[in-house]
């Protein structure tokens, strides 16, 4: 991970007024160095990326700081989204907090439900620029609480999308828009290719499913199934629906290996494989990341939305990386962190699109003739845009990630272990159903 400040240039320019903090009270904590009028307002901003992102970060904090004198950023840089969030929680304990940061949505609404984040209600509603309506509002779904009040913001949006050899569709002569039509099509599609080139490479697999829930949640999900009930108090991932979507991908990979997955290893090891896989002739496809993009060639690789199950249409989860306030900086650092966090909102989430191949969360980008030029010579990164207009939002857990653990463990005893898929859901149903009991429990 390539760790880099931000150089500071003080100018003498008059210091940026607060505004109200929206939904919950002001916070501050005073901090030495933006007490006086003398100079630009000086902030941190935590973030934990590296590679193509964390250098398109850099550059966002740069064109920020060069774009305006008034109030100057300085880039922290962690690890990971997870380090950030350990640190956060390390600094609001101490009472030496940074301005904002950059996070997963999970963790901006835990700290949100723990009230450490500023609500951003009132500097929204006293910027006649903002426009929050252009904001896609499965992205803007995510960072309101349940009565509506934003806590956060999103900067890009990210969904798992379709990627295949588009040389051995043409060659066995396979639509994509057919296959890619349901999932049961690209079984078939993956039986022909199989068999198509397995002479070639005796290892081959028509498709591979990302392992890991995601992609079979996905699966699930696209045949009408739901995580738990819409009143969120009974596990319903074990219902027919789910059962019916999960044992037919345990088949396809374990019975008839038409689909093959990686697993396991160091980090992302898994995923690369995958990637790896597919880009040197070893699968048809591969279900993977809309920042992926950055890593595939598209002279061979095209990019489609993700299929359906039976007659369903597909609901493919679609969520947003976000960045938040925290309350307990100084009143004057919270304002210029909206103003910066607005500027990542607005312009950062073209930048992060065109760089990584991510979603921009604003519809207006769409417009930009920039942004235009760019999709003129990259089709596949309309795919991902297209998608996150029918794509669902993930479920929070409610229950702080007992649902989700028992859920990922049974899919992981389905793709991996051969277990099928009732048994394996049954099971992780009675562990999850008594999480959610315990938790209404401790609401009354």
């Known amino acids: 991970m390539k760790k880099r400040t931000i150089a500071l240039t003080l100018a003498m320019l008059t210091m940026v007024s607060a505004v109200g903090c929206g939904k919950s009270e002001s916070g501050n904590t005073a901090k030495g160095g933006n007490e006086s009028a003398s100079g630009p307002v000086e902030i941190e901003f935590w973030y934990g990326l590296g590679g193509t992102l964390g250098e398109t970060m850099e550059e966002m904090i740069v064109a920020f700081n060069e774009s305006q004198d008034e109030i100057v950023v300085k880039g922290v840089?962690?690890?990971?989204?997870?380090?950030?969030?350990?640190?956060?929680?390390?600094?609001?304990?101490?009472?030496?907090v940074p301005a904002c940061y950059l996070g997963s949505h999970i963790d901006s609404t835990t700290f949100a439900e723990k009230g450490v984040l500023e609500y951003m209600d009132d500097y929204i509603a006293a910027d006649p620029e903002f426009d929050k309506d252009d904001i896609i509002e499965a992205f803007m779904d995510y960072c309101r609480d349940s009565e509506g009040y934003v806590y956060s913001l999103p900067v890009w949006g990210t969904t798992q999308v379709v990627y295949y050899r588009k040389d051995m569709f043409e060659e066995v002569g396979l639509d994509p828009d057919e296959v890619?039509?349901?999932?049961?099509?690209?079984?078939?599609?993956?039986?022909?290719?199989?068999?198509?080139?397995?002479t070639e490479e005796p290892n081959f697999f028509g498709f591979e499913p990302m392992s890991g829930p995601d992609c079979l949640v996905d699966i699930a999900c696209s045949n009408a199934g739901t995580i738990v009930s819409e009143d969120e108090k009974t596990v319903t991932f074990n219902s027919d629906a789910f059962v019916e979507a999960m044992e037919s991908a345990r088949k396809w990979i374990n019975e008839e290996k038409i689909m093959g997955i990686h697993f396991g290893g160091d980090g992302w090891e898994y995923w690369y494989k995958t990637i790896d896989d597919v880009m040197q002739g070893?699968?048809?496809?591969?279900?993977?990341?809309?920042?992926?993009?950055?890593?595939?060639?598209?002279?061979?690789?095209?990019?489609?939305?993700?299929?359906?199950?039976?007659?369903?249409?597909?609901?493919?989860?679609v969520d947003p990386i976000t960045a938040a306030i925290v309350k307990k900086a100084p009143d004057v650092e919270k304002q210029a962190a909206f103003k910066f966090l607005t500027y990542l909102n607005k312009v950062g989430t073209k930048n992060f699109s065109m760089s990584a191949g991510y979603v921009p969360v604003r519809s207006s980008v769409k417009e930009d003739e920039e942004y235009k030029a760019y999709l003129e010579k990259n089709p596949q990164a309309l795919v991902p845009i297209e998608q996150a207009e029918l794509g669902r939002r993930k479920w929070h857990d409610i229950t702080g990630g007992d649902v989700?653990?028992?859920?990922?463990?049974?899919?992981?005893?389905?793709?991996i272990e051969n277990v099928p898929a009732k048994e394996a859901l049954d099971d992780a149903a009675v562990i999850a159903q008594q999480a959610l009991d315990e938790y209404w429990a401790n609401q009354e």
Not at 77 to 96: H, P, W
Not at 299 to 311: L, R, Y
């Open 282 to 317: 070893r699968a048809g496809g591969y279900i993977g990341s809309s920042g992926d993009q950055g890593d595939l060639d598209f002279d061979i690789i095209a990019a489609h939305v993700q299929p359906g199950f039976n007659d369903n249409p597909p609901k493919p989860y």
């Open 180 to 198: 890619f039509a349901t999932w049961q099509n690209v079984a078939d599609a993956a039986r022909t290719l199989q068999e198509h080139y397995k």
């Open 77 to 96: 840089v962690q690890s990971s989204y997870e380090e950030t969030s350990k640190m956060l929680q390390a600094a609001i304990a101490s009472g030496e």
């Open 404 to 415: 989700m653990t028992a859920l990922s463990d049974a899919c992981d005893l389905i793709e």
